[in-house]
């Protein structure tokens, strides 16, 4: 018994267009706390960047991120990535109450705007 041939099913028009197949990019509520852990690990630092630069557009001197206690590389690498941000004042853990070692708590340099012409 012979088959017809089979043929791939057509890729949705954004994806055959190269767009992101998802339609609006995901929003997310300026607040003074980030819990990192619904973010896949290869997308923290892009997101954990992002977020402190809104924060500090928006005029936030600290932000708690919460990466969780396991076995410290989340902790390690936003604190990497924090040593690189020059906005970045400083971090430090947070406060037992805040989540202890699971927490960074972020200081970060308030945002000059440029005067009016």
């Keep these: 018994m012979k088959h ?3 043929t791939p099913a057509e890729p949705p028009d954004q994806a055959r267009n190269g767009d992101s197949p998802f339609p609006d990019p995901v929003v997310l509520p300026l607040e003074d ?3 990192l852990h619904p973010f896949a690990p290869k997308d923290i630092r892009s997101v954990v960047e992002e977020y ?3 924060c500090r557009e928006a005029g ?3 932000v708690r991120l919460i990466h969780g206690k396991g ?3 989340q902790r390690a690498s936003i604190r990497a990535l924090l040593a690189r941000l020059p906005f970045v004042t ?3 853990e947070a406060p037992p109450e805040a989540g202890g070692w699971g927490a960074t708590i972020v200081s970060l340099s308030v ?3 440029k005067p009016a012409l």
């Design 71 to 73: 076995r410290g590389v």
């Design 111 to 113: 945002e000059r705007t």
């Design 4 to 6: 017809p041939p089979v």
């Design 90 to 92: 400083g971090w430090d």
């Design 33 to 35: 706390v980030l819990d």
């Design 60 to 62: 936030f001197s600290s």
């Design 52 to 54: 402190l630069t809104q």
